[in-house]
């Protein structure tokens, strides 16, 4: 019988660590160039990531309101988008330093990061049924799997890219039978039954749910919907109901543990345009697999779907045929079916998910439409690319492996520098970035602008304050390329109002009015926001088209208090949150507990 001490394993999954992170600094070199890839939603993150840090300059460590948006008038991007992305990115930043090459690092830092950690949860996931070395060739292989490589560079989606790791983990916790380590012998039977529906597999399935929920919203709706067709298909195999009852459990514990941000976020969806995130070119419609559309404004469109399209299809492809060539060696074993059948199924059912027939499913399946893009799918199928590609290596040596391993690393890096590397533009570099958000501050985002406003409405270049004759009063003019903007040369304020006193969650303003009237502020309306005059509670004077905060004030002196105050369903999440977290820290106490007694029982 071969023994394997501690150290020898632990050495090797350091040996595995180093060649993923290895892996990882490569393709992250490649594909960023000197510098960073500027794809579709990097501007997105960056401005995030800068705004987190000015929050915490101010002391509001979890900011619900970003400053810079919408021309410095703000919006509740925090409210909505999951909270992890845009912390870990501003904490990188933070340590990088200020500067264009301290943002630069950070997006190196946080690239490499996502890649590194996708590749050890793919590892970990294939050592329950995968000798150790296959196992560290799978974590590798993740690494290098094509969607990844897409998402880091050509559309920069960082937070989508960062809950990757999630969906490997969700597997491995769904389908393990036995609680872990420390877990008596006996335990391994009772997971077969309704015993194993408790267990510390469970709790950390419920943690991994939270995290993906917490790091990118489309990702939280596709692992919820992937955790459930892989508990059907291994209750199914190992004719069970733990793995049904598992995982109803974690989702709950989940997203009870995310729902101080899920409340919030899912309930004041009706104070914003959230459906502008599905407009034309954003909808499953129009991004069916290798689709074309005779339009000229969605030839950029196209050009994008028919390169995701060409990494479904080989992704789909180069898995399908691992799992053949491994099915034909004998690797693929019976006993092991609750970890690769669950893998094999995955793939045709993410290819029929891109195809014009699968329609019906993306409209009846709640949230589904929130993914926007069918190939979004492709981002499950890491898991069973890596670990049936590892399989298939079986017959292969150690130097085989080596050899096939880097021959994957430069065609990965290659594929990176030379197709998938977004050039950044003048305006869209870092330094560019960097000033814009120090002036005029970043454009408005369309899904977060307060409903019923308008932002071709909204200028740009605004003071903090605007005194008005009349509260729908239009402010700036339309420029040649289509902005508004407004200037002091012909602006039509009775006063203005210089910068605001500002800490992040209260912002104070000082106006002597030449006569009564309405002084519009750089702020756009939410709810979250209290206003008073004057030191007495105040309503807004009127709804404007540009969404921006008006209020009633009198002649002579006035001060404008706002104060940015929880939400109920803040509140309400914030205590849903609280009592899962008790739950589940009570949970991990009994077992510890439990283990920690002498047991008598017999075998």
């Known amino acids: 019988m071969t023994v394997f001490h501690p150290a020898r394993i632990l050495g090797l999954r350091l040996w595995s660590a180093r060649w993923m992170g290895l892996t990882a600094l490569v393709l992250t070199a490649a594909g960023m160039h000197a510098t960073v890839s500027c794809g579709h939603d990097y501007d997105f993150h960056l401005v995030s990531w800068l705004n987190v840090v000015h929050a915490w300059h101010q002391g509001v460590m979890l900011p619900e309101w970003a400053q810079t948006p ?27 330093g200020s500067g264009a090459q301290g943002w630069t690092i950070a997006t190196w830092g946080f690239v490499w990061l996502a890649l590194v950690a996708t ?80 267990s510390p597999a469970t709790r950390w399935l419920a943690v991994v749910i939270a995290a993906c929920w917490l790091i990118n919203a489309p990702s939280g709706v596709m692992l919820c919907y992937t955790l459930a067709g892989i508990v059907l298909i291994v209750a199914a195999a190992e004719r069970a109901v733990w793995p049904l009852g598992r995982a109803l459990l974690a989702v709950l514990l989940g997203l009870g543990l995310a729902a101080f941000y899920l409340v919030p976020a899912a309930l004041e969806q009706r104070w914003v345009q959230i459906d502008a995130a599905n407009a034309i070119g954003m909808r499953i419609e129009d991004s069916w697999l290798f689709a074309r559309h005779a339009v000229p404004e969605m030839a950029f469109h196209d050009s994008v779907l028919h390169r995701a399209s060409w990494i479904v299809l080989l992704t789909v492809l180069i898995a399908s045929l691992a799992c053949w060539l491994a099915y034909r060696s004998g690797a693929l074993h019976r006993r092991d079916r609750r970890f690769w059948l669950p893998l094999l199924l995955l793939l045709p059912v993410t290819l029929g998910m891109q195809l014009p027939p699968s329609q019906f499913l993306w409209h009846l399946l709640p949230k589904m439409q929130f993914l926007q893009f069918p190939w979004r799918l492709t981002i499950v199928l890491t898991a069973p690319l890596g670990n049936f590609l590892a399989v298939s290596l079986k017959p292969c040596s150690r130097r085989q492996r080596t050899r096939i391993l880097c021959a994957g690393v430069l065609l990965a890096a290659g594929a990176s520098f030379l197709l998938l590397h977004q050039p950044c533009d003048s305006e869209d570099n870092v330094a560019a970035q960097l000033v814009v958000d120090q002036q005029q501050g970043a454009p408005p985002t369309d899904e977060y602008t307060p409903s019923a406003a308008d932002n071709a409405e909204l200028a740009a270049g605004l003071p903090a304050g605007c005194l008005l004759a009349t509260p729908q009063q239009p402010l ?38 030449p006569r009564a009237g309405f002084l519009v502020l750089r702020l756009r309306r939410f709810p979250a926001w209290h206003l008073s005059v004057n030191g007495h509670p105040a309503v807004e004077a009127a709804q404007r088209d540009d969404g921006l905060i008006v209020v009633a004030v009198a002649s002579g002196a006035n001060r404008i208090d706002l104060q940015w105050t929880p939400t109920p369903e803040r509140i309400w999440g914030s205590r849903i949150s609280l009592c899962a977290l008790l739950i589940l820290l009570a949970g991990a106490w009994i077992d510890r507990r439990r283990i920690a007694e002498p047991t008598h029982a017999v075998h």
């Open 70 to 96: 919408a021309w410095q008038a703000g919006e509740p991007r925090f409210v909505f988008y999951p909270p992890l992305s845009w912390l870990l990115g501003a904490a990188l930043g933070a340590l990088s």
């Open 119 to 198: 590749g050890m949860a793919t590892e970990r996931l294939a050592r329950e049924w995968l000798p150790d070395d296959l196992a560290s060739v799978a974590g590798v292989l993740a690494v290098l799997a094509p969607y990844a490589l897409f998402t880091a560079f050509e559309r920069s989606a960082l937070a989508e890219l960062a809950a990757a790791p999630c969906f490997p983990l969700a597997m491995l916790y769904s389908a393990k039978a036995s609680s872990g380590s420390g877990t008596p012998p006996c335990a391994e039977q009772a997971g077969k039954g309704t015993a194993g529906i408790w």
């Open 476 to 513: 700036g003019t339309v420029d040649a390329d289509g902005q508004r903007q407004w200037s002091e040369v012909g602006n039509n304020c009775l006063a203005t109002v210089g910068e605001p006193g500002w800490n992040g969650k209260h912002m104070t303003l000082d106006l002597h009015a």
